[in-house]
């Protein structure tokens, strides 16, 4: 029993550790305690450790890659009520199905066609699925995310359906050395997420900030810092 017990030990320090990081990004930020939310990433982690750091008090955990998302859902369906699963992976238009069915939220939408599909597919007893709209903030070529000069059209079109409700946004601006032009990515979205905070009261997410950058994204407004390798250690290479 000795290699799991050690295991928990290190998940609750790193957890520990990354919630006093928070903590300090938002004093050094001027910001409230508490207003910035951790969305644990546990992509090619297994169902055990999601378990152990949920046990630790974490809710929130995030997932790129649909099918192993599910698969981890249905392992921990005892504890089902209790966590907070959202997708933050690219949703082709064959898997949205799945991400209807089993996610709470989708932080990935960068197309009409994605939030139709999933709208059309939330099934009829599940509260409307939260969404983020994936903004492709430093416009770069090859990347998902919709381009700042659709992002508002999206936003619009996600708002008038009923089965999505509408949280914010998401970016992942490809990651740059210094905490200045860090953050100048982060203003960008920040100022399409404070220009949709007009358009509806369910709009509180600015999802970004990961393991190399969380203090960047809080001093430009983040609510929501993704961290996976911070708190579960490194990954394996894919
Ligand atoms: C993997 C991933 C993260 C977490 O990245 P770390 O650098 O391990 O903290 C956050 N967001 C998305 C979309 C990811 O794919």
Redesign the pocket.
């Known amino acids: 029993m000795n290699p799991p017990l050690q295991q928990d030990a290190t998940l609750l320090t790193r957890w520990n550790a990354l919630a006093a990081r928070i903590d300090q990004a938002t004093e050094a930020a001027g910001r409230p305690q508490g207003s910035v939310r951790l969305l644990a ?1 546990s ?1 090619t982690f297994d169902a055990q450790a999601v378990a152990q750091v949920h046990a630790n008090g974490q809710q929130a955990f ?1 997932e ?1 890659y649909i099918q192993e998302g599910v698969q981890k859902i249905a392992e921990l369906k005892h504890l089902r009520a209790n966590l907070e699963w959202h997708c ?2 690219p949703v082709q238009s064959n898997k949205t199905r799945q991400v209807a069915e089993w996610f709470d939220w989708v932080q990935t939408i960068d197309r009409l066609k994605v939030a139709q599909r999933l709208n059309d597919q939330r099934p009829e007893g599940l509260p409307a699925l939260n969404v983020c709209i994936q903004v492709n903030v430093d416009r770069g070529l090859n990347k998902s995310g919709v381009a700042v000069e659709q992002a508002h059209e999206l936003a619009h079109e996600v708002l008038a359906m009923p089965r999505l409700r509408l949280r914010g946004l998401m970016c ?1 601006p490809d990651p740059v050395d210094g905490f200045e032009l860090q953050c100048e990515r982060f203003e960008r979205a920040h100022a399409i997420y404070r220009q949709w905070q007009t358009l509806a009261d369910t709009v509180d997410t600015l999802s970004m900030g ?3 950058d969380l203090e960047a994204a809080v001093a430009s407004g983040s609510t929501m810092v ?5 708190l579960f250690g490194s990954r394996a290479a894919a």
């Open positions: 990433v992509k995030g790129n933050i992976g992942i990961m393991s190399g993704r961290v996976g390798s911070a």
